[in-house]
């Protein structure tokens, strides 16, 4: 499942991270590892960016990125 | 600035110097503050554009300490330039900022992602302390955490530090003077894999097997912050979030405007002041008038954008410090990311509807090089407000007093504009440029809202300011002086001669009588055939020449050209009004201002990059001649061309 295709606050453990292996580099570094768990909390007024919750903060991240985001 | 602490000159013991590193939004410059009492400043390094902030350790706190702030890093991969020197520095490969310990500074509602960091830094084997701070933010995410077992899970000193007041500064100096003349043998931190998912999850282990962190509202899932949950669904609520945008907006254009009127004021009729005093006192030689009109008038022209700049720095920061900032840049990535751009040149961009030179230096927390540099590439157009002086001017001879309302309205209509053309233009550069959309990231994080702290509030502002004093400062003076001489002298006459009736005048960049002969004046001849399709004389040349101190010089540059004797400001803008009503073009005789070519001046100063401080900056920011020439040459022949045929076009069209 991605995470993109959930809708607004439901919780997952993210699976992977299925994208450009640097870019995926940096959102683990902030955070986004695998087994934890995640949701969009909030979407931009034009769709994109969206805005996850991961550990205790936010992160506003673009729609590309975030269909990075596989959840089980 | 650099350590030169030897073990083995103990005879002669240089001062120590610790670096502050940690994630962005972790409080270091509170921290700074409390650690040096607000007495530090920026320090430029040779080679690195960005400004750190250093400083002493306050003396109460035991022997002194250098103190040096360096920029927040989300990652050490793919940095931003601001977080390259910070990597730099951690990595030991910075040849001049070499700390002999670090303060990790970690916020205690992030711990875990905050650790991550600080374990590559405790993996560069110098001596470092942790600084917990934001624990008042725990509360709100419903966790409480022992400070004494986080020491003991990670063998690391960690000095707790009071958000609010600073309390704990003390100790922190404490132990830094401990750690650098006993380092740790080992720390849990050090051993942590670099790949992020095993680190995370020894972090996390370590935290859990020394209970560091309880919970104190069980009710509360997943640590989420339910005030800023709640603030968020406003702010970027789908309806509701670009309204209340605009409205943030408008307020801080509206203060930078209002606020700051009544002391530029002051600032410019106090300059005009010292500078007739100064004529008056010292008498009327060449180099008196040098000093009094070119040097004191050229330092005027910076100081009068004085109160802008800082009511500008100080209410950005002071949205970046409640939150909202991160929110404005990620409501506006979407039509940004569109044209080339990122959300994180919407700061950059709102700064350059004040100044261009501030603008251009907050393009360093772009994280791509392209984005940072079609960001630079636009902002010349933002409508700063040196033109505004200069669209008043114009704007008043294009419409009667009576229906000045009108002149309004097309002053809005230039600042929109100037947002709309920018876009348009960084649509076009970037299609043409890169072809292919950026496939930049944005991944920022939203930090928790909080009440803005007003003591680094205020040293940010005063060390921002200072920065834009210090670059655009130099050169506007510079220049100013340059241009001072070019009017002042010329083949025919080597030294002014100033009759005794000239001694009263307002002083300004010329006076009339030795215009005419001057090396401007030859200047604006010899450009006057490029000038004529413009619907302009050499005298209006005169003053494009000059504006490149500063746009705004142009409007004193007219009054001189124009020759308007006058006591008061109000007698003189009018006098200078019906004078150029009146100005002919001696070549054809027709007349200088009219609605054409006044519509093709300020179609001239909208696009015209006629700001060599900004040329300056953009040169050190991009440490390229090449880019800030072309930017130079493109803006000004794009000005021109679209102004001669806007003229052109006007005319044809029975429009004078």
Request: proline share 5%; with cysteine.
């Amino acid at each position: 499942m991605k995470l993109v295709d959930l809708p607004n606050n439901e919780w997952h453990a993210i699976k992977q991270l299925d994208g450009p292996e640097e870019d995926c580099r940096r959102l683990l570094d902030l955070g986004l590892t695998p087994g934890e768990e995640v949701a969009i909390v909030q979407i931009a007024p034009l769709g994109d960016p969206l805005v996850v919750s991961i550990r205790g903060t936010r992160i506003a991240l673009r729609r590309r990125e975030a269909s990075w985001i596989c959840v089980q | 600035m650099c350590a030169v602490a030897n073990k083995e000159s103990n005879s002669i013991k240089a001062m120590v110097t610790v670096c502050l590193v940690g994630m962005p939004n972790a409080g270091k410059t509170t921290l700074m503050n409390s650690l040096t009492g607000s007495n530090f400043h920026t320090a430029n390094y040779p080679g690195v554009t960005v400004s750190l902030s250093k400083g002493k350790s306050k003396a109460s706190f035991g022997e002194q300490i250098n103190i040096i702030d360096l920029p927040g890093v989300n990652s050490p991969f793919s940095p931003s330039q601001e977080e390259e020197l910070s990597c730099q520095v951690l990595t030991g490969k910075h040849d001049q900022v070499r700390p002999d310990a670090f303060v990790l500074v970690v916020d205690a509602s992030q711990i875990e992602r905050h650790l991550k960091f600080a374990s590559f830094a405790a993996r560069q084997g110098k001596p470092f302390v942790i600084a917990l701070t934001m624990q008042d933010l725990l509360e709100r995410v419903g966790q409480s955490l022992d400070t004494e077992k986080l020491s003991q899970a990670l063998k690391i000193p960690v000095i707790p530090i009071d958000p609010r007041t600073g309390e704990g500064a003390a100790n922190l100096i404490a132990a830094l003077h401990k750690i650098i003349s006993e380092p740790l043998r080992t720390n849990s931190l050090e051993s942590l894999s670099e790949e992020p998912i095993a680190a995370y999850n020894i972090i996390r282990k370590l935290l859990d097997e020394h209970k560091v962190i309880t919970k104190t509202n069980p009710q509360l899932i997943r640590q989420q912050d339910s005030l800023t949950a709640r603030i968020d669904e406003y702010v970027l609520h789908k309806f509701w979030g670009f309204p209340i945008f605009f409205i943030v907006l408008t307020l801080l254009f509206a203060s930078i405007f209002w606020v700051a009127q009544p002391f530029m004021d002051g600032i410019d009729s106090g300059f005009k002041w010292l500078s007739d005093e100064t004529l008056e006192l010292l008498g009327d030689s060449v180099f008196v008038k040098f000093l009094a009109e070119g040097v004191i008038q050229g330092v005027g022209a910076v100081a009068v954008f004085f109160p802008q700049i800082v009511i500008l720095f100080f209410l950005m920061t002071l949205l970046e410090d409640s939150g909202y900032l991160a929110r404005g840049a990620t409501l506006v990535d979407r039509p940004l990311a569109l044209l080339g751009l990122h959300g994180r040149s919407f700061v950059p961009m709102l700064s350059g509807f004040a100044c261009a030179i501030p603008a251009v230096m907050a393009t360093r927390a772009i994280p791509s090089k392209k984005e940072r540099l079609l960001t630079i590439w636009i902002l010349p157009l933002m409508s700063c407000s040196a033109r505004l002086p200069v669209y008043a001017l114009l704007l008043a001879a294009l419409f009667p007093a009576e229906s000045s309302w009108k002149a309004g309205i097309v002053l809005t209509g230039i600042y929109f504009a100037s947002l709309f053309l920018s876009s348009l233009i960084a649509g076009l550069v970037s299609r043409l440029i890169y072809r292919r959309r950026s496939l930049s990231m944005l991944a920022m994080e939203l930090p928790a809202y909080r009440i803005p702290q007003w003591k680094p509030i205020a040293y940010l502002t005063w060390s921002r300011s200072g920065t834009y004093l210090k670059k655009a400062g130099g050169p506007i003076i510079v220049i100013s002086a340059i241009l001072w001489l070019l009017a002042n002298f010329g083949l025919g006459s080597q030294q002014p001669t100033i009759s005794p009736s000239n001694s009263t005048n307002k002083p300004g960049l010329v006076v009339k009588s030795e215009l005419d002969n001057s090396f401007a004046a030859q200047i604006g001849k010899t450009l006057e055939p490029i000038l004529l399709p413009m619907g302009v004389d050499w005298r209006v040349g005169v003053g494009l020449i000059s504006a490149f101190a500063a746009r705004e010089v142009f409007v004193s540059t007219m009054a001189i050209v124009f020759h308007v004797p006058g006591e008061d400001e109000e007698a003189q803008q009018q006098g200078l009004l019906e004078q150029m009503r009146s100005a002919t073009i001696s070549a054809n005789g027709k007349p200088v201002f009219t609605t054409a070519s006044v519509i093709g001046l300020v179609i001239y100063f909208f696009f015209s990059l006629q700001c060599l401080s900004t040329f300056a900056v953009v040169r050190r920011e991009t440490n390229s001649w090449s880019i800030a020439l072309v930017q130079l040459l493109f803006y000004t022949v794009l000005g021109y061309l679209l102004a001669v045929s806007t003229v052109q076009g006007l005319r044809a069209t029975g429009i004078a």
